[in-house]
Nanobody, 127 residues
Framework: VDLVESGGGSVETGGSLTLSCAAS???????????MGWFRQAPEKEREGVAF???????RYADSVKGRFTISKDGANKITYLQMNNLKPEDTAMYYC???????????????????WGQGTQVTVSS
């Protein structure tokens, strides 16, 4: 499984960005059986989960992004999106796409629950 993120950039507070995660390679039991997740890591902070979409379409968000971020996926093209609106300086981080056959709709959304990661895309929000 290979994951490639794109769409990061620099915006002002209140701006929007859409991140994409293009997946390729062999997905055991199919791409649709995987949980796709977005994590972020700010300098000197631990990587944290932002949004997840399970194989059955169940979605979970971190409290800090609820109402501002939207995760979705295009199963046919194996692309996962993260629409980010009303961005704040505290959203500044490297954003990573992750995938695994974890039961993320049941709360298995730790970094250790995911075995496949992209290289990340930087999001910078200025005040």
């Amino acid at each position: 499984v290979d994951l490639v993120e794109s769409g990061g950039g620099s915006v002002e507070t209140g701006g929007s960005l859409t991140l994409s995660c293009a997946a390729s390679g062999h997905f055991y039991s199919g791409y649709g059986s995987y949980c796709m997740g977005w994590f972020r890591q700010a300098p000197e902070k631990e990587r944290e989960g932002v949004a997840f979409i399970d194989g059955d379409g169940t979605i979970r968000y971190a409290d800090s992004v609820k109402g501002r971020f939207t995760i979705s996926k295009d199963g046919a093209n194996k692309i996962t999106y993260l629409q980010m609106n009303n961005l704040k300086p505290e959203d500044t981080a490297m954003y990573y796409c992750a995938a695994d056959q974890t039961y993320c709709s049941g709360g298995y959304t730790r970094v250790s629950d995911f075995g496949h990661w992209g290289q990340g895309t930087q999001v910078t929000v200025s005040s």
